[in-house]
């Protein structure tokens, strides 16, 4: 079954970002670890990453069309965009919310997910791991 792992604005540049934050792998590596979690879940991940609001709220609509599961990470947009909160409530597959980091454990504007609301469940602070328990998440909602 194929899954669509969403990722929000400035994940692809993971190789500059804090890495005491967000973990060591850059964006490549983040690639090839959803793609083999996905895999050993039974899954196949069309992993796409954007910086644009219009383009994330496209892909949405796309998976709300084709009814297939999501995996995402918002990034900042988490935080403000109640336009991708809305796209998202179309999805009616599963939809997982991840973060590297713990939103919560950070400053106060990161407090805020506007997104948790209309997603199955939320995992955050296990850094690239977060993907593939998401991966398992989706594995057990869907057998
Ligand atoms: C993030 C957390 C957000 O607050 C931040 O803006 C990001 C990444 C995370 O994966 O930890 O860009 O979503």
């Known amino acids: 079954m194929k899954i669509l792992v969403i990722n929000g604005p400035n994940l692809a540049r993971l190789d500059i970002r804090d890495s005491s934050i967000y973990g060591d792998l850059n964006y490549k590596e983040l690639v090839m670890l959803i793609e083999s979690s996905a895999k050993s879940n039974g899954f196949e991940a069309d992993v796409r990453q954007s910086d644009d609001e219009a383009t994330i709220i496209g892909w949405l609509h796309e998976a709300a069309d084709a009814n297939t599961p999501v995996i995402i990470n918002p990034a900042a947009f988490t935080h403000y965009s109640y336009a991708i909160r809305d796209a998202a409530e179309l999805v009616k ?13 950070r400053e106060e504007f990161r407090h805020t997910s506007v997104i948790s609301g209309v997603a199955t469940g939320t995992i955050a602070g296990f850094g690239p791991n977060s993907y593939a328990l998401a991966c398992v998440a989706l594995k057990n909602l869907l057998k």
């Open 93 to 105: 597959a599963p939809l997982i919310e991840v973060h590297l980091s713990n939103p919560m454990a």
